[in-house]
T-cell receptor, first 112, second 112 residues
Framework: DAGVTQSPTHLIKTRGQQVTLRCSPK?????VSWYQQALGQGPQFIFQ???????QRGNFPDRFSGHQFPNYSSELNVNALLLGDSALYLC???????????FGSGTRLTVV | GNSVTQMEGPVTLSEEAFLTINCTYT??????LFWYVQYPGEGLQLLLK?????DKGSNKGFEATYRKETTSFHLEKGSVQVSDSAVYFC???????????FGTGTSLTVIP
């Protein structure tokens, strides 16, 4: 049974560009959360999607947006990239109503 | 608000030494508490959890007790192994369980 799958594994972007990261949740999970983990820091909550709607959002600017598809997969979009957006982006999935989250291995984004 | 403070690293121990990583929290309501582990190049793996005061979470020789009176959830292991080398994150979830709040992580290196 596959866990959470994230793509791509690594990517490099230039300041001002836009990026899309993708996440496929664990089988049976319908809720997806995104986290940003800067180097040497703990993950910070970006937002959570359920039933194709943003259910909760952390303290991130509107440059960060997301989407959830009918098959529960999700995308994280970041516009107008800044150097400070360089981080590991983690996707976590769960099934609504219980607290067992499964984390993916992340996408390492480098902004130059 | 919700926050987690954990012991600064890095921590270096000899194999079979005793491990303690301190974690304290601030939370509204009745949070659940977690320890996650992150191996190099990987995502987060749940190590153990506790959902109410005085609960003890345990897994793979690691233990932590939810202490409401001291707002603490310290991680302990009686005899560490080289394979325990990783970064350990203390975390809590809000009442809704929709969002994790992570500490900054503690890097552990175990030497033979």
């Amino acid at each position: 049974d596959a866990g959470v799958t994230q793509s791509p594994t690594h990517l490099i972007k230039t300041r001002g560009q836009q990026v899309t990261l993708r996440c496929s949740p664990k089988s049976g999970h319908d809720t997806v959360s995104w986290y940003q983990q800067a180097l040497g820091q703990g993950p910070q909550f970006i937002f959570q999607y359920y039933e194709e709607e943003e259910r909760q959002r952390g303290n991130f600017p509107d440059r960060f947006s997301g989407h959830q598809f009918p098959n529960y997969s999700s995308e994280l979009n970041v516009n107008a990239l800044l150097l400070g957006d360089s981080a590991l982006y983690l996707c976590a999935s769960t099934q609504v109503g219980w607290y067992g989250y499964t984390f993916g291995s992340g996408t390492r984004l480098t902004v130059v | 608000g919700n926050s987690v403070t954990q012991m600064e690293g890095p921590v270096t121990l000899s194999e079979e030494a005793f491990l303690t990583i301190n974690c304290t929290y601030t939370a509204t309501g009745y949070p659940s508490l977690f320890w996650y582990v992150q191996y190099p190049g990987e995502g987060l793996q749940l190590l153990l959890k506790a959902t109410k005061a005085d609960d003890k979470g345990s897994n793979k020789g690691f233990e932590a007790t939810y202490r409401k009176e001291t707002t603490s959830f310290h991680l302990e292991k009686g005899s560490v192994q080289v394979s325990d080398s990783a970064v350990y994150f203390c975390a809590l979830t809000s009442n809704t369980g929709n969002q994790f709040y992570f500490g900054t992580g503690t890097s552990l290196t175990v030497i033979p």
